[in-house]
């Protein structure tokens, strides 16, 4: 049986990978607390407790305001924390599955980005991503970077929990309307890593992939949506209103810092989801799973 310590475990998808089942893999999570990649002696002391054939790597600086001001710890986990893991995991023939994100791109191409598109980073956040990519690219030709976007869920802190906390509050509210995305559920993304790793361990597949809802949407359409679905499950009765604004005007709203983000980080996921034999999902279906559970 394949043995898959994930890093990281606390977080969106770590949560979302340990709930998954599956007969062949035996997930063993760490929390930042169990193993901070950014301590290369800690790393070495885990993976020989635990002995796994693979890491799929959630760890990660995401406070994406924050970065533009905490710079070298962005970079000392998003780079330096992915360089510890793919030098532990190479000496000890560990295979490494690491996520990124569409924050890598600078949002403006017209259509959802390939593999392929040229990476160009527009805040600190995606810049400390790209350059933990590199780092691995060139460190470790053999391992798996997964790019996903707008993760939502029940679990942790996300755009959808927020959205409904304030519905459920009663909260008039304004959302950035010129900004497009791929939301992806943590659970669907989850299963798709599931699939993925055996064929991974097999070297069937390698390099990157990007792992997203199949179609596009903006903050505010999927605001509306969390809205619709959540009067058709009778979680909220009251018309709250939500307004469309520009993130010019958002900026202009916030009294601390605000990273400027692309316009289009939409993500074209046909390469991931041909790999593991899955349809793809529209970014309402990607919402509807975070009623489902």
Same mark, same amino acid.
């Given at each position: 049986?394949?043995?898959?310590?994930?890093?990281?475990?606390?977080?969106?998808?770590?949560?979302?990978?340990?709930?998954?089942?599956?007969?062949?893999?035996?997930?063993?999570?760490?929390?930042?607390?169990?193993?901070?990649?950014?301590?290369?002696?800690?790393?070495?002391?885990?993976?020989?407790?635990?002995?796994?054939?693979?890491?799929?790597?959630?760890?990660?600086?995401?406070?994406?305001?924050?970065?533009?001001?905490?710079?070298?710890?962005?970079?000392?986990?998003?780079?330096?924390?992915?360089?510890?893991?793919?030098?532990?995991?190479?000496?000890?023939?560990?295979?490494?599955?690491?996520?990124?994100?569409?924050?890598?791109?600078?949002?403006?191409?017209?259509?959802?980005?390939?593999?392929?598109?040229?990476?160009?980073?527009?805040?600190?956040?995606?810049?400390?991503?790209?350059?933990?990519?590199?780092?691995?690219?060139?460190?470790?030709?053999?391992?798996?970077?997964?790019?996903?976007?707008?993760?939502?869920?029940?679990? =942790?802190?996300?755009?959808?929990?927020?959205?409904? !906390?304030? /519905?459920?509050?009663? +909260?008039? $509210?304004?959302? %950035? @309307?010129?900004?497009?995305?791929?939301?992806?559920?943590?659970?669907?993304?989850?299963?798709?890593?599931?699939?993925?790793?055996?064929?991974?361990?097999?070297?069937?597949?390698?390099?990157?992939?990007?792992?997203?809802?199949?179609?596009?949407?903006?903050?505010?359409?999927?605001?509306?949506?969390?809205?619709?679905?959540?009067?058709?499950?009778?979680?909220?009765?009251?018309?709250?209103?939500?307004?469309?604004?520009?993130?010019?005007?958002?900026?202009?709203?916030?009294? =601390?810092?605000?990273?400027?983000?692309?316009?289009? !980080?939409? /993500?074209?996921?046909? +390469?991931? $989801?041909?790999? %593991? @034999?899955?349809?793809?999902?529209?970014?309402?279906?990607?919402?509807?799973?975070?009623?489902?559970?």
């Amino acid at each position: 049986m394949l043995r898959v310590l994930i890093t990281g475990a606390e977080g969106q998808l770590g949560q979302a990978l340990m709930a998954q089942a599956p007969s062949n893999i035996e997930f063993v999570g760490c929390s930042q607390a169990e193993l901070d990649i950014t301590d290369i002696s800690q790393i070495e002391r885990i993976f020989l407790l635990k002995k796994p054939h693979i890491i799929i790597n959630c760890a990660a600086y995401t406070a994406v305001d924050k970065a533009e001001d905490n710079i070298e710890q962005a970079y000392l986990v998003n780079e330096q924390g992915v360089k510890n893991l793919a030098r532990v995991c190479k000496r000890k023939n560990i295979k490494l599955v690491h996520l990124s994100t569409d924050y890598v791109f600078s949002g403006k191409s017209k259509s959802a980005y390939k593999e392929s598109d040229l990476t160009e980073p527009i805040n600190i956040y995606g810049g400390s991503k790209l350059a933990g990519e590199n780092a691995l690219s060139i460190l470790n030709k053999n391992a798996l970077i997964i790019r996903s976007s707008w993760l939502i869920s029940t679990y =942790g802190h996300n755009f959808f929990k927020t959205i409904l !906390s304030a /519905l459920e509050s009663n +909260k008039d $509210l304004q959302v %950035v @309307s010129d900004q497009v995305g791929t939301p992806t559920n943590a659970n669907v993304l989850a299963n798709w890593i599931t699939l993925a790793l055996p064929l991974f361990w097999h070297g069937k597949i390698h390099g990157v992939y990007h792992a997203a809802a199949a179609t596009a949407c903006s903050w505010y359409e999927l605001a509306v949506e969390i809205q619709r679905l959540a009067k058709e499950k009778g979680l909220i009765s009251t018309a709250t209103t939500i307004s469309a604004i520009s993130s010019e005007q958002f900026a202009a709203k916030q009294s =601390g810092l605000v990273a400027p983000r692309p316009s289009n !980080s939409s /993500l074209y996921p046909d +390469k991931f $989801l041909k790999a %593991v @034999s899955e349809p793809s999902v529209s970014w309402q279906a990607m919402v509807k799973e975070c009623f489902n559970l």
